[in-house]
């Protein structure tokens, strides 16, 4: 430290002065650079992963109240089920090739023809409404079609 007090000591008034100022800069940038800097970015790091996880929140508990609202339980069917899957697939407009009954609350059908694009949303009518729809079995016809083999059951079997 002695050998710096000398080289200071040594120097003109005029550079001590610059050398001063220059020395009170290098303070101020470390401590913006190496301090403020980085805590400033972390606390807007920290802000931004807030903001997504409130909003990561709020889209979970609107999924929540979703399969909430959908959990209760679909109205009970108006006749037998095979009533109801052929009433249903006529007003979707299919032609059941076949429809028997398979036991107490299940019945098997078949379609010939039909298109996907309209069979899924059935299906899901058909759940919707409180038929389960058990298996099935989509066989293409190789014109854009499919058959399709159906066992449903109702909810309460």
Same mark, same amino acid.
């Given at each position: 430290?002695?050998?710096?007090?000398?080289?200071?000591?040594?120097?003109?008034?005029?550079?001590?002065?610059?050398?001063?100022?220059?020395?009170?800069?290098?303070?101020?940038?470390?401590?913006?650079?190496?301090?403020?800097?980085?805590?400033?970015?972390?606390?807007?790091?920290?802000?931004?992963?807030?903001?997504?996880?409130?909003?990561?929140?709020?889209?979970?508990?609107?999924?929540?109240?979703?399969?909430?609202?959908?959990?209760? @339980? &679909?109205? =009970? #069917?108006?006749?037998? *089920? !095979?009533?109801?899957? /052929?009433?249903?697939?006529?007003?979707?407009?299919? %032609? $059941?090739?076949?429809?028997?009954?398979?036991?107490?609350?299940?019945?098997?059908?078949?379609?010939?023809?039909? @298109? &996907?694009? =309209? #069979?899924?949303?059935? *299906? !899901?009518?058909?759940? /919707?409404?409180?038929?389960?729809?058990?298996?099935? %079995? $989509?066989?293409?016809?190789?014109?854009?079609?499919?058959?399709?083999?159906?066992?449903?059951?109702?909810?309460?079997?």
């Amino acid at each position: 430290m002695t050998p710096l007090k000398l080289w200071f000591d040594g120097r003109s008034t005029r550079e001590k002065r610059l050398l001063l100022i220059m020395g009170a800069l290098l303070i101020v940038t470390i401590v913006w650079g190496g301090i403020l800097r980085p805590i400033d970015d972390g606390l807007s790091s920290a802000r931004e992963r807030h903001a997504d996880a409130v909003i990561r929140l709020g889209e979970a508990q609107a999924m929540a109240d979703e399969l909430r609202s959908k959990r209760r @339980r &679909p109205p =009970a #069917l108006a006749g037998t *089920l !095979a009533d109801t899957v /052929r009433v249903s697939a006529e007003q979707a407009g299919f %032609t $059941l090739s076949s429809l028997t009954e398979d036991g107490p609350g299940r019945v098997r059908a078949q379609i010939a023809s039909a @298109r &996907p694009a =309209a #069979l899924t949303p059935w *299906l !899901a009518r058909l759940e /919707r409404g409180g038929v389960l729809v058990e298996q099935a %079995t $989509l066989t293409d016809n190789g014109d854009r079609t499919v058959g399709v083999a159906l066992l449903v059951r109702t909810r309460a079997s």
